[in-house]
């Protein structure tokens, strides 16, 4: 049980006595004997969740039921174990009093107990979750059709496979079922089996230019329960394009420097902002290096635009009709300012429509003359090979 004394403006040992001295507002009380000392007792917080069972893997909301704890500004504290779980949200209040519904996912490897807590600016606590092992996990092997099953009944309605991608490959994953209200929710996973790389409510493709082993999980957006289900998987080489130089000059619309059609790949492009600066307005007033592209099909498209110096640089994409040409921030056809911040490097993750013609600005907000920079293109595959 811990004690907590009650606020004092000053304390004095009486010498000789072995009695504390009481100050009240500066003045010295008589010596009050330590063992007469009524402390006063806090009640220790406690934590208990339901279900304090879980599975290893699971992913499933936890009345967590708080006893004399301050929810306001209070943070995750961590144990040994506490690497086993992961807390993503607090629901709302619970249907008991002190009672707050939370929602937790638990390592694919974990097993035994596992603990999980909280600390606020007066106390810590924590509390305990048992851990059922999963039963050996499957590989999953690259294919059409290459899992399927019927996803189990609560709290264990997910399945879940261990999965190497070399490196320099992209992953493609896509869970169907003839159940009309199924929504896939797909994880891809670290092999600590807690840690989510990529998360994806349909289609999931990843870029892994290291490669990787670890688990791919699946399981309802909604917790749906006794649902078929099928897999497909692609894990697919990617190709790394000849680099593209820019070429001068490029600011006037007749001058943008058309890129070509991309397919699925890396495309890194390369340039150097001759000068830099803005208008009143904002919108960058010194060399644009501005270039126009097309997807083969609809994409997800990651975008990196890096440099050394200390200067400000962006990227802005735009579609342009016919007989539009109007770049800066806040032209009427740009589509994605994402790049134009004060980050560095500055980055992007779009899905982009095949067949439209893109134009792509990078310029020097602010900076010195002479800034070069590198721009990388990540096209992801869009369908499964045949």
Avoid at 45 to 59: I, K, S, Y
Avoid at 184 to 190: A, G, K, P, Q, Y
Avoid at 210 to 232: C, I, K, N, P, T
């Amino acid at each position: 049980m811990r004690l907590a004394f009650p606020a004092l403006i000053g304390s004095l040992l009486v010498a000789g006595t072995g009695c504390l001295g009481i100050f009240v507002d500066g003045t010295a009380g008589p010596p009050v004997p330590f063992d007469d000392f009524e402390p006063e007792v806090v009640p220790e917080p406690t934590m208990t969740f339901d279900p304090a069972t879980v599975p290893a893997g699971g992913f499933l909301d936890v009345d967590v039921m708080l006893t004399d704890f301050d929810l306001s500004g209070a943070q995750e504290a961590f144990a040994v174990t506490s690497g086993d779980v992961a807390f993503h949200h607090i629901n709302g209040p619970g249907e008991l009093p002190e009672t707050f519904s939370m929602r937790f996912h638990f390592g694919l490897l974990g097993s035994g107990t596992v603990t999980w807590g909280m600390v606020n600016m007066e106390s810590l606590v924590f509390g305990d979750f048992e851990v059922l092992p999963r039963d050996a996990i499957e590989p999953l092997l690259p294919g059409l059709e290459t899992a399927a099953g019927t996803l189990g009944a609560a709290p264990q309605a997910f399945e879940a496979w261990s999965l190497a991608v070399p490196a320099s490959h992209y992953v493609m994953v896509q869970a169907t079922s003839d159940e009309p209200a199924f929504e896939s929710l797909l994880w891809l996973m670290e092999d600590d089996g807690v840690t989510v790389r990529e998360e994806s409510g349909g289609l999931l493709s990843a870029w892994l230019p290291d490669g990787m082993d670890g688990f791919l999980r699946l399981q309802d957006a909604d917790f749906l329960q006794e649902v078929d289900y099928s897999v497909d998987l692609a894990v697919i080489e990617g190709s790394v394009a000849e680099p593209i130089a820019e070429v001068e000059p490029n600011d006037a619309p007749g001058q943008w420097q058309d890129l070509g059609i991309l397919g699925a790949g890396l495309v890194t492009l390369s340039g150097v902002c001759d000068t830099a600066g803005h208008d009143k307005d904002d919108d960058p007033s010194g060399d644009l290096d501005v270039f126009t592209f097309e997807l083969v099909e609809d994409a997800r498209v990651a975008l990196e635009l890096a440099w050394e110096s200390i200067d400000d640089l962006d990227a802005v994409l735009y579609v342009h009709g016919e007989d539009e040409d109007q770049l800066g921030f806040d032209s009427p056809q740009a589509v994605d300012t994402s790049m134009a911040t004060l980050s560095r490097p500055e980055n992007a993750d779009l899905q982009l429509v095949g067949g439209v013609r893109y134009t792509l600005m990078v310029a020097n907000w602010l900076g010195d003359p002479i800034a070069p920079w590198e721009l990388t293109f990540n096209v992801y595959p869009s369908s499964f090979p045949e």
